[in-house]
């Protein structure tokens, strides 16, 4: 695995905006190929994987994937929920839908894993499998770069071709329970990525012969029958034609949908089958950091597992920790810090993010090697490999990195490909 450095396209920012790529770069930064704060796409570099290396990270995104179900389950039947943060609400939800699993829709997940390459082993540092991002810039975005660029290399990317399939799985489902397979996407709007995100996942639903529409979630409306009470949870969700929403893909976390003013009656509608929530309430269990310490109690030593603990005491003095919100998303309050005795930090972060989360707590896990390259002009790149899991299976993955320790929502996406 290595990092090699290329000229960008001349014309790459009208390429992939055809694409209706449009998060590429934020406003004010100037374009790929830059260290700026504002870059995302970055096509001045791309990193090249040997097969033997793909195939290294597919069985273990595969092996993860089943450890985390498993670890779900283990947390749910013990009772440990209430560590993870979770409201009784909250909970209440997770256990009904676990129970359901095998007929609730679950389409996509995404790994973020530290890979050194060679022979080293993959090592997890979080599963976002409830609303992940970086999907169409991975499945779509990347491969029309392969494309132009280096036609005759492959890239381990089969996304779309997992989606598609996957959404033809959801479509029988809906059959089967007799729902309407005519299905809403949402997300808080305006957010360019995560539209982007809904309008690609809408194409690979149609694809799949679904049906469907997106809407802003502050525009989902609760109607309820005109002789029920006021506060009776005996109602539907409905868009802004009055249409019922019968099946919902989300790009928001369930939490937040929970503490919505709304999020009784979304509990009541789902516990009660009256509405499907892709991804299902159950993925939150594994998107929420404190699995990282249930793994690690069931699969001590794991090669693809690094220590993880609640209490970062349980770790011995001078490690390098990182420190996990358990409900944290794109790097936020995260921090990295070596301890002393009885896990106090030693004079002070090592580095460090802001954030609203926190008050939930954290989970502890020690300090993962990354990938590294510095360029010629000596910045060092730290690679993160995002490992996407459609249908519950292996598809292909999408590097992010940052010249920091902390990969976050700015840090750059980088092309790859592999050669034999």
């Not at 009904?96 to 790994?111: H, I, L, M, Q």
């Not at 810039?137 to 990317?157: K, Y």
């Not at 292996?394 to 750059?412: A, W, Y």
Request: with cysteine; net charge negative; glycine share 8%.
């Amino acid at each position: 695995m290595k990092r090699i450095s290329i000229a960008p396209r001349a014309d790459w920012a009208a390429k992939v905006e055809a694409l209706g790529f449009d998060w590429h770069t934020a406003s004010g930064a100037d374009g790929a190929g830059t260290d700026g704060a504002g870059a995302y796409w970055d096509e001045s570099a791309y990193w090249q994987l040997t097969a033997a290396e793909v195939d290294i990270l597919e069985a273990a995104t595969d092996d993860l994937h089943a450890m985390c179900t498993a670890a779900t389950g283990y947390a749910i039947e013990r009772k440990l929920l209430p560590y993870f943060g979770f409201s009784p609400d909250m909970i209440a939800v997770v256990e009904d839908s676990w129970a359901n699993r095998k007929t609730e829709p679950s389409v996509y997940g995404r790994f973020d894993l530290a890979y050194t390459g060679g022979e080293h082993a993959p090592k997890l540092l979080e599963y976002n499998a409830d609303t992940p991002t970086g999907l169409y810039e991975a499945s779509v975005v990347q491969w029309t770069w392969l494309e132009e660029r280096f036609p005759d290399h492959d890239q381990f990317n089969s996304i779309h071709e997992g989606l598609v399939a996957a959404w033809g799985k959801v479509k029988q489902q809906l059959k089967n329970s007799s729902a309407s397979d005519a299905l809403h996407f949402t997300c808080v709007m305006p957010h360019a990525e995560d539209e982007g995100t809904l309008r690609y996942m809408l194409d690979t639903a149609l694809e799949a012969d679904l049906s469907g529409k997106i809407l802003n979630a502050a525009d989902i409306g609760w109607t309820t029958p005109e002789d029920a009470h006021p506060s009776s949870l005996d109602g539907e969700f409905v868009d802004a034609d009055n249409q019922t929403i019968s099946t919902l893909f989300k790009i928001l976390p369930w939490d937040w949908l929970l503490a919505d003013k709304f999020g009784p009656a979304l509990a009541h509608a789902v516990m009660h089958r009256r509405l499907n929530v892709i991804e299902p309430a159950w993925k939150a269990v594994m998107a929420n950091k404190a699995i990282l310490a249930v793994l690690w109690e069931m699969y001590p030593n794991h090669p693809n597992l690094l220590p993880a603990f609640m209490d970062r005491r349980a770790f011995p003095k001078g490690s390098k920790v990182v420190a996990k919100p358990l409900l944290g998303r794109e790097g936020a309050n995260i921090s990295i810090a070596e301890l002393g005795d009885d896990g106090a930090v030693v004079g002070g972060p090592i580095e460090s993010l802001g954030g609203a989360y926190g008050d939930e707590g954290y989970v502890y896990q020690a300090l993962a090697p990354l990938a590294e390259s510095t360029d010629a002009a000596g910045h060092t790149h730290r690679a993160i490999i995002g490992s996407w899991v459609i249908d519950h299976t292996s598809r292909g993955i999408g590097i992010r990195e940052d010249t920091n320790l902390i990969t976050h929502n700015r840090s750059r996406f980088v092309p790859h490909l592999f050669t034999e």
